[in-house]
């Protein structure tokens, strides 16, 4: 059995940290698609240019690239325990995208974990980011404010509707990396 797990929060929330605790923890394949991304813009792709130009306003990519590098992601790790979604799904619509193709595999979502971090602590968390890992993202205050004000508009209706379904579970993101790693333990006990 695959289980697949959505890990949402705002910017800055811990996402990348918890991911990492629960791939240690799990053996979870961790999906960032900020890190795809970033890969990509890295490698000087076709892709990777159009997405860097996208990403420098602070706009979200596009639906069909981040589901085409979900699923070659997804298909190239065949056999693994579950997958972990991190910065994906974003809309509604990506995650009907997203349920739609896990579906097809058979292996429908488990779970949405919502790490809970007011903005003004996840403004912090990322401008001392910036400043440690020279994150071009990250490093001025209005497009950290801009991504998270499109954080609130668009994914937070993405959490009422995994919670409608029964499917979501939020942890305290501001606690520290253990208490919030014993939080989300306790989440996943149901399904693991």
């Known amino acids: 059995m695959m289980i697949n797990i959505i890990i949402a929060g705002p910017p800055g929330s811990g996402k990348g940290t918890q991911a ?31 997405v860097e130009s996208i990403m420098a306003r602070g706009d979200l ?13 997804v298909k190239n790790n065949p056999g693994v325990k579950g997958f972990l979604y991190d910065g994906f799904p974003r809309t509604i619509a990506q995650a009907e995208a997203l349920d739609a193709f896990l ?9 949405m974990l919502v ?17 440690i890992e020279n994150r071009a993202d990250d490093m001025d ?16 209706p993405l959490i009422e509707h995994y919670q409608r379904l029964g499917k979501c579970c939020h942890v305290e993101g501001a606690t520290g990396v253990e208490t919030t790693f014993k939080q989300i333990k306790e989440c996943l006990n149901p399904i693991l």
Do not use: W
């Open 115 to 131: 790490l809970d971090v007011d903005d003004k602590l996840c403004e912090e968390r990322l401008l001392r980011r910036a400043a």
């Open 20 to 50: 990492k605790e629960m791939v240690e923890a799990f053996g979870f394949v961790h999906l960032s698609t900020g890190d795809m991304l970033r890969r990509e813009i890295q490698a000087q792709s076709e892709l990777g240019k159009e």
């Open 141 to 156: 205050a209005g497009r950290v404010r801009h991504r998270l004000a499109t954080y609130h508009t668009q994914t937070e």
């Open 61 to 73: 990519v596009s639906d069909d690239i981040v589901i085409r590098l979900i699923s070659e992601n």
């Open 103 to 111: 579906n097809k595999l058979g292996h429908p979502l488990d779970l």
